[in-house]
């Protein structure tokens, strides 16, 4: 029978070019692409970030997969993040893994040079396959300063609102604090502290107003935060 007419070849054949495939398209956005064996232990890549080739040499490209991975997260990754590696440090513990599931993830950190920077690693079954996996390495830096340039800008925000706050609220305060001892004071010579504690009122609900217009319910994003700041400012105006 021609190999090509069988059956199981045809099938074996097209999972091969699928597995293929799939690592193909890890290699675009992942910089270090390698593929496991579970049942001999070993490890070939497909693709090695720089800095792991840099590091440790073309060592890694072949070998023993719990020597390369002991030695990456022992030598490359912070402390701090050393315990994300657990679960995929042996053999033993990734069968545990893919015997439930298809794929696991995590984000840790590393250091080059004395700098820190941000990864994902990403651990897939090729195909139905319980011996075969693809351990794929992207750089997350990017992501990272983005967020972190979110945070500062939502920080900024944060910080405008609350010296609007601090303006908006002193004043009120202020003649509250003045406005008891000015009352204190004419009630000793019996005069009518009505007017002072008019004036205690009106600032009371001034202070009662700008609380509730900071934790309205409304406040939920960047928009109605600033449109808080500027009520904030024309209620100081006032």
């Known amino acids: 029978m021609d190999k090509d007419s069988n059956p199981n070849a045809v099938k074996l054949r097209s999972e091969m070019e699928l597995s293929q495939k799939i690592i193909d398209a890890l290699c675009y956005s992942y910089q270090g692409v390698y593929y496991v064996n579970l049942s001999t232990g070993q490890v070939r890549s497909y693709r090695m970030a720089r800095f792991v080739r840099d590091k440790f040499g073309d060592q890694f490209a072949t ?11 022992r030598n490359a990754v912070y402390k701090e993040d050393q315990r994300f590696f657990e679960p995929i440090l042996t053999i033993s513990n990734l069968k545990k893994i893919f015997t439930r599931q298809m794929s696991y993830a ?3 950190r590393t250091f080059t040079n004395d700098e820190m920077h941000y990864g994902q690693c990403e651990v897939l079954k090729v195909l139905d396959s319980n011996d075969e996996l693809v351990m794929a390495f992207k750089s997350t830096d990017k992501q990272h300063q ?8 939502e920080q900024k925000i944060v910080q405008a609102m609350g010296n609007q ?19 204190r004071e004419a009630a000793k010579r019996n005069e009518d502290i009505s007017v002072y504690m008019d004036n205690i009122h009106q600032d009371c609900e001034r202070l009662l107003g700008l609380i509730n217009l900071i934790f309205a319910k409304e406040n939920t994003d960047r928009e109605k935060i600033e449109e808080t700041i500027m009520q904030l400012g024309s209620l100081q105006e006032k």
């Not at 070998?63 to 997260?73: A, L, Q």
């Open 165 to 183: 706050v601090n303006e908006a609220a002193r004043g009120p305060l202020l003649n509250i604090i003045q406005q008891s001892k000015d009352a």
């Open 146 to 153: 983005q967020e972190e340039k979110l945070y500062e800008e």
């Open 106 to 108: 995590f984000g840790y």
């Open 63 to 73: 070998g023993d997969y719990e020597s390369h991975i002991y030695n990456f997260v």
